[in-house]
C-alpha cells in the first residue's frame, strides 16, 4: 500500500517545532473585477482623437491643393519654354531654355 503524505499533518519522524502549517492561499476570483472608466477622460480623449482627425484631413487636402498649384505652375512653365524656343527658332535666335 502506497502512504499519500500530507503536509498539513506532522511527519512522526520530523519534531512538531519545526512543522508549521501552510497559511499563503491564492486568492482567485471567478469573475475578474474591472474598474470603471473616468467618463470625463474618456470624453476629453474622445476630443483629442476628433480634433487630429479633423487636423489630419485639413492638411491631407492642402498637400493636395498645394501638389495640383505646383503642377499647374510646371505645366505653364513647360508650355512657356516650348513657346520660347519656338519663337527663338522662327527668328534664327540661339537661346537656352531656362
Do not use: F, L, Y
Not at 4 to 31: F, N
Amino acid at each position: 500500500m502506497s502512504e499519500t503524505h500530507d503536509p498539513q499533518v506532522a511527519d512522526p519522524e520530523t519534531p512538531q517545532a519545526d512543522v508549521q502549517p501552510d497559511t499563503t492561499q491564492q486568492v482567485t476570483s471567478a469573475s475578474p473585477t474591472t474598474r470603471p472608466k473616468n467618463p470625463k477622460r474618456v470624453a476629453a480623449g474622445k476630443a483629442i482623437a476628433a480634433k487630429t482627425k479633423q487636423q489630419n484631413k485639413t492638411t491631407k487636402q492642402n498637400n493636395k491643393t498645394k501638389q495640383n498649384k505646383t503642377t499647374k505652375q510646371n505645366n505653364k512653365t513647360k508650355q512657356n519654354n516650348k513657346t520660347k524656343q519656338q519663337k527663338c527658332v522662327m527668328h534664327g535666335w540661339s537661346v537656352t531654355p531656362g
